[in-house]
């Protein structure tokens, strides 16, 4: 599939009905997802590969994957109403994804899931709750070898900071989070957020038995 096409196609998935602000429901924009997932694809990260979605929310990332030939997809996202957004969107699409209602946070959640080739996430800034990306990053780097994340630009010293010792970046990509006006305390129509999407490579699979 090719990128303008995958782009037009999860153009048409349908969004979060009532997004909550308290868990950053910001549905990733089509141009934005499919960049994230198409550089994975240049990678050799999605074709023929296990892909968890962590945050699937209406599984805009993890339905991307499925038409990029990833092997299996899986989405994990707190929010039992978004599970069922996104069951509609691979069902309407003819996807294979098996979405399933889980707390990132949950210890008990990697042996749950298990190992998986590459994890795709758009997970929450932060912006609501302080640090609210930590246990995506923590849960990412323990299932996954390679993980594709978006982030606030200026976000890449942080998460260097946050992940040494477990994790290297591999790899920067700038980009345009256009936020629409969603919730009370927007002031704009749309509000372009500047973002990256980083490349993290776990130590736990570059050093095996590290
Ligand atoms: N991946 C989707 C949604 C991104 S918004 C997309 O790219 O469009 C971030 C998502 O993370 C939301 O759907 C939110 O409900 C979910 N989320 C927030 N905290 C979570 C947690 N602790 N565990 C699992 N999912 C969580």
């Not at 048409?12 to 997802?33: M, V």
């Not at 323990?142 to 260097?160: D, E, H, L, R």
């Not at 990509?173 to 990256?196: A, L, M, W």
């Amino acid at each position: 599939m090719k990128l303008k096409h995958l782009e037009m196609t999860l153009q048409r998935l349908i969004g979060f009905s009532r997004p909550r602000a308290a868990l950053e429901q910001y549905q990733t924009p089509a141009p934005l997802a499919a960049r994230l997932l198409y550089h994975a694809l240049m990678k050799g990260d999605i074709e023929g590969k296990s892909v968890c979605d962590l945050g699937s929310g209406t599984g805009v990332l993890a339905i991307g994957a499925a038409f990029l030939g990833a092997a299996t997809v899986a989405g994990i996202e707190i929010d039992k109403k978004a599970v069922e957004v996104a069951e509609a969107n691979a069902a309407r699409f003819g996807t294979d994804v098996g979405f399933i209602v889980a707390d990132v946070r949950d210890a008990a959640l990697p042996g749950r899931i298990g190992a998986c080739d590459t994890v795709i996430m758009n997970p929450p800034f932060g912006a609501q709750q302080a640090h609210a990306d930590r246990p995506f990053i923590d849960l990412a780097l323990c299932i996954a070898p390679f993980t594709y994340g978006i982030f606030n630009a200026g976000s890449t010293q942080f998460v260097k900071t946050y992940t040494a010792g477990r994790a290297e970046i591999s790899e920067k990509v700038g980009g345009v989070f256009p936020i629409k006006r969603t919730f009370s305390f927007h002031t704009k129509n749309v509000q372009d957020v500047e973002v990256e999407i980083l490349r993290l490579i776990s130590n736990r699979y570059m050093n095996p038995g590290a």
